[in-house]
């Protein structure tokens, strides 16, 4: 049940409402004529019969705005009403251009700019806001020197304790007829909402995937029955409270992203009570405001691998994915987007390419979209092409048939069926092992003879890693074309360490930090080390870097760490070969002396010295002038004793 109720403060216009009423049909349940001090007890239980929308006027409205939540449509005094109004009181004071003042609640009074022009008087207007300040605007307005005051009850009482003669702002009827047009708007409006509310529930209600609508703070507004058995929780429990304390592993960032327009969507797998879940994210957009966003959560079933001898066996063989996209450090900034990326593509069981060294990026990577996907329960596979002859590659990839009563050799596609497998240097298979490669991929079955019972089918989702440039091969015809559109379209390029100077200073601060806990050391860095290792170009990434870091801790010796010492390291274990293959140091000299590089003269010196300076001794932008990698300046600067500013 719903309806109007009508609340007016006088005889006079509960009968004109009465009349008015009968002359259309309307909403209104509810007609009284009320006090003040009755406002809002009347409003209360007006509102506890039903009623979802009231009409009143002055401060009888005020109040019910003040202590409910139920739509007030005011009684607005019209231009006409309040003309009428004037010219009584002119009469009473029967001055040529008497001062009147006017009194009224909130929004009560319609214009009165050209009053004054209109009827030749002073008008003075007082609007009544502040509950407890109400009496002292009325006082002070008998300081304004005003014949006559129009106004409520209060108003009056107030004129009459100050000896100014009142007049009650009646109503011709009009003011109740505008007020009850908006009020019958405002129900025909609460109608729909609660029609197309009912229908939004009844769709929430019957959808598969859970629904959860928040508003702009991020706190829950409307969940449906689906999203209560995802998180166990009712929604009246779940209502009011931000959605980041149900979906814990949602990114606030992200999450602030999309409510603040910056991101129209997003997509990402969580986990939830074992359950796995893909969480999409759209802001509600109302014209050009964001009025919240509304999260979509459907369940996947994940690979059934509840049999424990298929488990048991996975564990044995190695076929377990132990990382997680937690292992890379939330402070490699410059890892966030790729990991962004890459729970993205977990979502996918196409294949997908990663452009990468090996390192602990790489398997943190790969074995994270493996334990973030649908196929986390099924076996992850890790194999390398690189130095394997073209049999050696197909045995490798789709296994052997052996004749006569030896059992069929399965291949790392097979045994990673319902699983990932993560091929390692893709660019080194051969063309031949990349067609049959691209016909399992197709066709996800395995050819492994003449008969039909020989075809095996295949679900398993290929990550291809590779640190060379596929283009090129492409170019050169070492690569297969369908094979290389067919990895490239989901692409993942990790950079080199040397490319994210921000990542090089905290895991220098990591490890260093690290290898003094473990050995129980301290030691402080010379002003210029960190700069030197800052520049220094490692080719073998944070496995380098780590490592390098042990070393020094290792065998610095000195409470500092200088700089000619952190470069004479660097020159001993990357740049000198001290193996028993290597030419001695002496011979070495020998050599020099009979090279170029120990002239003063010598033109490549020259050369690179210039560009240094030109860069101020940057040596990415001078490798990038004279065409060579920073490592191979490196060595040129330490072979022609080049002293840097």
Not at 161 to 168: F, N, V
Not at 259 to 285: A, C, H, K, R
Not at 305 to 318: F, H, S
Not at 546 to 561: D, H, N, P, Q, Y
Request: charged share 25%; glycine share 6%.
């Amino acid at each position: 049940m719903s309806g109007i109720a009508l609340f007016v403060p006088s005889d006079e216009m509960y009968e004109q409402a009465k009349g008015i009423l009968r002359e259309k049909d309307n909403h209104v349940t509810i007609v009284k004529r009320i006090r003040v001090e009755e406002a809002v007890t009347e409003a209360q239980k007006a509102i506890s019969e039903g009623v979802n929308i009231i009409i009143a006027r002055g401060r009888q409205a005020a109040e019910i705005r003040r202590h409910t939540n139920v739509a007030v449509a005011e009684i607005v005094m019209t231009a006409q009403e309040l003309g009428l109004l004037v010219i009584r009181a002119k009469s009473i004071v029967e001055k040529e251009c008497p001062r009147i003042g006017i009194f009224g609640w909130g929004d009560m009074l319609c214009d009165t700019t050209y009053f004054n022009q209109l009827y030749h008087i002073d008008l003075k207007r007082y609007i009544l806001k502040d509950f407890n300040e109400w009496r002292n605007t009325i006082e002070e307005a008998g300081k304004d020197g005003l014949d006559i005051i129009i106004g409520g009850q209060s108003a009056l009482d107030g004129a009459y304790q100050m000896g100014i003669p009142g007049l009650y702002m009646s109503s011709t009827g009009e003011a109740i007829r505008v007020a009850l047009k908006n009020a019958e708007s405002l129900y025909y409006m609460s109608e729909i909402e609660q029609h197309n509310y009912a229908q939004f529930s009844t769709v929430l209600d019957s959808a598969f995937n859970g629904i959860i609508k928040i508003s702009v703070a991020g706190k829950i507004l409307v969940m449906n029955r689906a999203m209560e058995q995802i998180l166990g929780c009712s929604s009246e429990r779940c209502v009011g409270k931000p959605v980041t304390s149900f979906l814990k592993d949602l990114e606030e960032t992200v999450l602030n992203q999309i409510l603040t327009g910056s991101l129209e969507n997003y997509s990402t797998f969580l986990t939830l009570l074992d359950q796995s879940i893909v969480v999409s994210m759209e802001p509600i957009v109302v014209g050009t405001r964001i009025d919240g966003a509304i999260i979509s959560c459907n369940r996947l079933k994940r690979l059934d691998m509840n049999d424990k001898d298929v488990m048991k066996e996975q564990y044995l063989r190695g076929y377990v994915a132990y990382g997680t996209f937690d292992d890379i450090s939330k402070n490699l900034k410059d890892m966030h987007k790729i990991v962004e990326l890459a729970k993205l593509y977990a979502q996918s069981s196409s294949p997908m390419l990663i452009e990468a060294i090996s390192g602990p990026e790489l398997e943190a990577i790969t074995q994270g979209i493996h334990n973030y996907s649908m196929r986390k329960n099924g076996p992850f596979i890790v194999i390398n092409m690189a130095g394997l002859t073209e049999d050696q590659q197909t045995r490798t990839l789709f296994g052997s048939k052996r004749e006569g009563q030896g059992e069929d050799e399965p291949g790392a596609l097979a045994q990673a069926n319902h699983g990932t497998l993560v091929i390692q240097s893709i660019d080194k298979l051969t063309l031949q092992a990349q067609y049959n490669l691209i016909r399992a991929i197709r066709t996800k079955r395995l050819i492994r003879g003449n008969r039909i019972e020989d075809t095996l089918m295949i679900d398993t989702r290929i990550i291809a890693c590779t640190a060379k440039n596929l283009t090129q091969l492409r170019s050169e015809f070492k690569f297969r074309s369908d094979l290389y559109f067919t990895l490239k379209s989901l692409r993942l390029k990790i950079p080199n360490l040397k490319d994210r100077r921000e990542d090089v200073e905290y895991l220098l601060d990591l490890y260093t930090r690290k290898y003094m806990e473990q050995y129980s050391r301290y030691h402080v860095m010379a002003p210029g080390v960190k700069q030197v290792l800052l520049n220094y170009p490692w080719e073998g990434n944070s496995i380098q870097l780590e490592a390098f870091c042990e070393r020094m801790i290792l065998t610095v010796g000195k409470r500092t760490i200088t700089e000619a010492y952190v470069r004479d390291l660097l020159d001993e274990l990357y740049h000198r070969d001290t193996s028993i293959y290597a030419v001695s140091l002496e011979e070495e000299e020998k050599m020099e002396q009979w090279s170029p590089a120990g002239t003063a003269e010598n033109p490549e010196r020259t050369l690179i010295k210039s560009i240094l300076n030109k860069y101020n001794g940057n040596r990415t932008l001078t490798a990038r002038e004279l065409n060579i990698s920073t490592t191979t300046l490196w060595r040129k600067i330490k072979k022609l004793e080049i002293i840097e500013k």
